[in-house]
């Protein structure tokens, strides 16, 4: 990586010492809490699945069980009527399904339930390890097939089997990367739902059915084409880690996960939403999956010339926070977007600073770079041309993935013709500039060297505020996106759970073990 | 006298259209004889598909040129928008319209409601910065406006709506997919109207698919679309408030 833009190193050093402080108090307070998604999530992976006649999942069943008694952990009480109940893993949610309860069985033989569940981990978590390893075969196998930056399509009919064809479609045509959007409702309920769906609005949901069913055909079209084909989905909102858990179980190779958004831009509870990143971070990181952060969310919300040092602050966050979950820089798709109101002047090469400028600063990430859609309008040439000046930029820094423009953003989801366009702009325009990263410098004193130092420096500056009122403060005043959010406000705060003295979760023991964390 | 109009491409009255549309064939001589005659079974007159590609092995993509005959007498349209663009006041003028006709704040809660999470039409009318240089409500010294962000239940909206004594309330609906607003925009005029307080404020709707014609049947006082600024909502609450105030 060459520095073009002349960054201060010490600058830099300075704002990751800032972001460390900050995180620690949060991470304090994160090592000594679970929630009802962290337990589920455990379950998941141990093999809790499926869902009684009313739709509740297996998962949701027990640990509405024992409500009250979380604080020792799910797993045992789980495994506890596993070794009580008889059978297997299948017959025991069946049997939750139809009415029984975890709690009914006293806990019995302490050692053989112990020995049972530390079974039942490594069984799940080398399910986890062969996905990963097939990813990283398949890559191997076909490495350079892929675009670079990888080309991100998304798909949101509502239905699972809708989205198949227009994945497929997309993959066929060069996309290297298929979304599923969500239903836009999904982020702020309190379970999964369970199987596959065909009604969702703006989205379709985000079901392990629904991945096993996409995965398979991208697959289909990976062997076809000689080209890994990246499945994304959400992990962000109130249930992060299960849905990282399901992900990591499907073989989903990219998930939407931020530190701060769901708190942010969904109003879920502070507390709630640092205890559930941690622990999905480190399934993502387990399972080999790339996370996408969310600050195109600061974009859209504040204005993006004015606001750009919020995005670099909340990039040194995301990375601080997905450092301490055990997660190496490669896997960390640090989000941005060019999101400037398009009538400025000179705008283009303060969004060619602001890319270049996260390129240098974060050499390993992937960067998650995202199209123009507050400015586009029913304007469909001028957002197709916005869009080519948004490919360009990409190119010209080598941000890892690239989420595809669509001209017709802001008027309806994509049309297959949209993609298609999209595709076939971004094609050209890489292609025919592909070598212009090594030929270009920037000019001393000149307009992009000055505008990426000044937003380091507004960085700095913003960090060192932000470590003095502490994080949770900051986001309660409003610091981030103009939003406040009060500590024990928002939603799901009563799925937050002191750990007791008894605690035991051996999912979260054997993850810290293999990532190296010491807490 | 008729004032005949129809499309213009270089000479007047040519009718010239320019189309793009996929279908559900391969590419090929035949997929491009299919799209030229569907735009023909479509009632233009000529049509020349200038360009076709695949899409993928089943759709192919086609951008065509066609002739219509089909002409308007443009005498006989009439605009169903809330506001012509010469009466709406700027911000300045609302304030000191609002100060001398009331002579006191708008109170204005806005929120996108139910499950649509899209905050990005109400901040585009309400936030301080307003958007493409037209300042939001949030900067009218003469309007206090809270704005609840998304995903807000309609009780929610209405209750803090009632709270606050606000004088209007603005419902912002992003996604329509499958006409998931439409029930959703129609409960919260049903909620006001159980609660005998349909009358207390002015109801307005917006959003990209939202169509004034189409927020006044379902009961609201006005919807506005596509284009909308901040000062087409306040020149409507304020001219709609003092209205009001002198029944």
Same mark, same amino acid.
């Given at each position: 990586?060459?520095?073009?833009?002349?960054?201060?190193?010490?600058?830099?050093?300075?704002?990751?010492?800032?972001?460390?402080?900050?995180?620690?108090?949060?991470?304090?307070?994160?090592?000594?809490?679970?929630?009802?998604?962290?337990?589920?999530?455990?379950?998941?992976?141990?093999?809790?699945?499926?869902?009684?006649?009313?739709?509740?999942?297996?998962?949701?069943?027990?640990?509405?069980?024992?409500?009250?008694?979380?604080?020792?952990?799910?797993?045992?009480?789980?495994?506890?009527?596993?070794?009580?109940?008889?059978?297997?893993?299948?017959?025991?949610?069946?049997?939750?399904?139809?009415?029984?309860?975890?709690?009914?069985?006293?806990?019995?033989?302490?050692?053989?339930?112990?020995?049972?569940?530390?079974?039942?981990?490594?069984?799940?978590?080398?399910?986890?390890?062969?996905?990963?390893?097939?990813?990283?075969?398949?890559?191997?196998?076909?490495?350079?097939?892929?675009?670079?930056?990888?080309?991100?399509?998304?798909?949101?009919?509502?239905?699972?089997?809708?989205?198949?064809?227009?994945?497929?479609?997309?993959?066929?045509?060069?996309?290297?990367?298929?979304?599923?959007?969500?239903?836009?409702?999904?982020?702020?309920?309190?379970?999964?739902?369970?199987?596959?769906?065909?009604?969702?609005?703006?989205?379709?949901?985000?079901?392990?059915?629904?991945?096993?069913?996409?995965?398979?055909?991208?697959?289909?079209?990976?062997?076809?084409?000689?080209?890994?084909?990246?499945?994304?989905?959400?992990?962000?909102?109130?249930?992060?880690?299960?849905?990282?858990?399901?992900?990591?179980?499907?073989?989903?190779?990219?998930?939407?996960?931020?530190?701060?958004?769901?708190?942010?831009?969904?109003?879920?509870?502070?507390?709630?939403?640092?205890?559930?990143?941690?622990?999905?971070?480190?399934?993502?990181?387990?399972?080999?999956?790339?996370?996408?952060?969310?600050?195109?969310?600061?974009?859209?919300?504040?204005?993006?010339?004015?606001?750009?040092?919020?995005?670099?602050?909340?990039?040194?966050?995301?990375?601080?926070?997905?450092?301490?979950?055990?997660?190496?820089?490669?896997?960390?798709?640090?989000?941005?977007?060019?999101?400037?109101?398009?009538?400025?002047?000179?705008?283009?090469?303060?969004?060619?600073?602001?890319?270049?400028?996260?390129?240098?600063?974060?050499?390993?990430?992937?960067?998650?770079?995202?199209?123009?859609?507050?400015?586009?309008?029913?304007?469909?040439?001028?957002?197709?041309?916005?869009?080519?000046?948004?490919?360009?930029?990409?190119?010209?820094?080598?941000?890892?993935?690239?989420?595809?423009?669509?001209?017709?953003?802001?008027?309806?989801?994509?049309?297959?013709?949209?993609?298609?366009?999209?595709?076939?702009?971004?094609?050209?325009?890489?292609?025919?500039?592909?070598?212009?990263?090594?030929?270009?410098?920037?000019?001393?004193?000149?307009?992009?060297?000055?505008?990426?130092?000044?937003?380091?420096?507004?960085?700095?500056?913003?960090?060192?505020?932000?470590?003095?009122?502490?994080?949770?403060?900051?986001?309660?005043?409003?610091?981030?996106?103009?939003?406040?959010?009060?500590?024990?406000?928002?939603?799901?705060?009563?799925?937050?759970?002191?750990?007791?003295?008894?605690?035991?979760?051996?999912?979260?023991?054997?993850?810290?073990?293999?990532?190296?964390?010491?807490? | 006298?008729?004032?005949?109009?129809?499309?213009?491409?270089?000479?007047?009255?040519?009718?010239?259209?320019?189309?793009?549309?996929?279908?559900?064939?391969?590419?090929?001589?035949?997929?491009?004889?299919?799209?030229?005659?569907?735009?023909?079974?479509?009632?233009?007159?000529?049509?020349?598909?200038?360009?076709?590609?695949?899409?993928?092995?089943?759709?192919?993509?086609?951008?065509?040129?066609?002739?219509?005959?089909?002409?308007?007498?443009?005498?006989?349209?009439?605009?169903?928008?809330?506001?012509?663009?010469?009466?709406?006041?700027?911000?300045?003028?609302?304030?000191?319209?609002?100060?001398?006709?009331?002579?006191?704040?708008? @109170?204005?809660?806005? =929120?996108?409601?139910?499950?649509?999470?899209? +905050?990005?039409?109400?901040?585009? &009318?309400? #936030? *301080?910065?307003?958007?493409?240089?037209?300042?939001?409500?949030?900067?009218?010294?003469?309007?206090?406006?809270?704005?609840?962000?998304?995903?807000?239940?309609?009780?929610?909206?209405?209750?803090?709506?009632?709270? @606050?004594?606000?004088? =209007?309330?603005?419902?912002?609906?992003?996604? +329509?997919?499958?006409?998931?607003? &439409?029930? #959703? *925009?129609?409960?919260?005029?049903?909620?006001?109207?159980?609660?005998?307080?349909?009358?207390?404020?002015?109801?307005?709707?917006?959003?990209?698919?939202?169509?004034?014609?189409?927020?006044?049947?379902?009961?609201?006082?006005?919807?506005?679309?596509?284009?909308?600024?901040?000062?087409?909502?306040?020149?409507?609450?304020?001219?709609?408030?003092?209205?009001?105030?002198?029944?």
């Amino acid at each position: 990586m060459r520095n073009k833009l002349g960054l201060s190193k010490e600058r830099i050093d300075r704002a990751r010492e800032l972001a460390e402080r900050i995180a620690l108090p949060v991470l304090d307070f994160v090592a000594g809490h679970t929630t009802v998604t962290v337990e589920r999530a455990a379950l998941r992976l141990i093999g809790a699945d499926g869902s009684n006649a009313d739709g509740a999942p297996v998962p949701n069943l027990v640990v509405d069980q024992l409500k009250g008694q979380l604080e020792s952990g799910a797993l045992a009480p789980y495994v506890n009527a596993l070794l009580r109940s008889g059978g297997g893993v299948g017959e025991l949610n069946a049997k939750i399904a139809g009415g029984l309860k975890v709690t009914d069985f006293p806990l019995g033989d302490r050692a053989a339930v112990r020995r049972k569940t530390e079974e039942l981990v490594a069984e799940g978590l080398k399910r986890v390890g062969l996905s990963r390893k097939h990813r990283e075969a398949k890559l191997e196998e076909w490495k350079d097939r892929n675009s670079k930056p990888l080309l991100y399509l998304i798909v949101a009919t509502g239905n699972i089997y809708e989205d198949v064809k227009q994945a497929q479609a997309a993959a066929l045509k060069g996309a290297d990367v298929i979304a599923v959007i969500r239903t836009t409702a999904q982020s702020l309920l309190d379970y999964v739902p369970y199987g596959a769906t065909t009604e969702g609005f703006g989205g379709t949901y985000a079901t392990q059915e629904n991945f096993r069913i996409m995965r398979a055909a991208l697959d289909e079209v990976a062997e076809r084409e000689k080209r890994y084909i990246w499945l994304t989905n959400y992990a962000s909102g109130l249930c992060m880690p299960e849905i990282a858990a399901m992900g990591a179980i499907e073989r989903l190779d990219m998930m939407l996960n931020d530190s701060m958004y769901g708190i942010l831009f969904r109003d879920i509870n502070m507390y709630r939403t640092f205890v559930d990143q941690k622990f999905s971070r480190m399934i993502n990181a387990y399972a080999g999956i790339t996370i996408n952060t969310g600050e195109d969310n600061y974009l859209t919300t504040s204005d993006a010339f004015e606001k750009a040092n919020t995005v670099l602050a909340s990039q040194f966050l995301n990375e601080r926070f997905a450092y301490a979950a055990g997660m190496p820089a490669r896997l960390m798709g640090l989000g941005h977007a060019m999101e400037m109101e398009p009538g400025i002047e000179n705008g283009f090469l303060y969004e060619l600073a602001q890319a270049q400028m996260a390129r240098e600063i974060f050499p390993e990430a992937p960067l998650k770079y995202m199209p123009p859609t507050k400015f586009m309008s029913g304007d469909i040439f001028k957002g197709h041309v916005m869009d080519s000046m948004f490919n360009f930029i990409s190119k010209a820094t080598d941000q890892g993935i690239h989420l595809l423009g669509m001209l017709t953003e802001a008027i309806h989801t994509p049309f297959m013709m949209d993609r298609f366009l999209g595709l076939e702009s971004a094609k050209y325009v890489m292609n025919s500039m592909a070598g212009f990263s090594d030929e270009i410098e920037f000019r001393e004193g000149g307009i992009v060297k000055t505008r990426a130092n000044k937003v380091l420096e507004e960085t700095v500056v913003f960090l060192e505020e932000i470590a003095q009122k502490g994080l949770l403060d900051s986001i309660a005043q409003g610091l981030f996106a103009d939003v406040k959010r009060p500590k024990d406000g928002g939603k799901g705060l009563e799925g937050l759970v002191k750990k007791g003295p008894e605690y035991w979760n051996p999912v979260e023991d054997e993850l810290k073990k293999a990532l190296g964390l010491a807490r | 006298m008729a004032n005949v109009i129809r499309p213009y491409g270089d000479t007047l009255d040519d009718g010239k259209v320019q189309l793009s549309f996929t279908l559900p064939v391969p590419d090929g001589p035949r997929g491009r004889e299919a799209a030229r005659l569907s735009v023909l079974g479509w009632g233009f007159k000529d049509c020349e598909v200038v360009h076709s590609a695949a899409v993928s092995d089943e759709f192919s993509f086609y951008v065509a040129y066609a002739t219509t005959e089909a002409g308007l007498d443009y005498d006989l349209v009439q605009s169903a928008e809330v506001h012509s663009e010469d009466q709406v006041m700027s911000m300045d003028e609302t304030n000191d319209y609002i100060r001398a006709k009331l002579g006191r704040k708008i @109170v204005l809660v806005g =929120a996108c409601t139910g499950f649509d999470a899209h +905050t990005v039409g109400i901040d585009a &009318v309400m #936030n *301080m910065k307003g958007y493409n240089h037209h300042f939001g409500l949030e900067r009218y010294p003469m309007i206090e406006a809270y704005n609840l962000g998304a995903q807000v239940p309609n009780e929610k909206l209405i209750e803090f709506a009632a709270r @606050v004594k606000a004088d =209007a309330i603005l419902v912002s609906q992003i996604v +329509t997919q499958k006409d998931v607003h &439409v029930e #959703n *925009m129609t409960q919260f005029i049903e909620l006001l109207e159980a609660r005998g307080e349909r009358g207390r404020f002015v109801c307005i709707a917006g959003g990209p698919r939202i169509s004034n014609k189409f927020a006044v049947e379902l009961g609201y006082d006005a919807g506005f679309g596509k284009g909308t600024y901040a000062e087409h909502v306040a020149t409507f609450v304020a001219k709609k408030l003092v209205e009001k105030s002198l029944a």
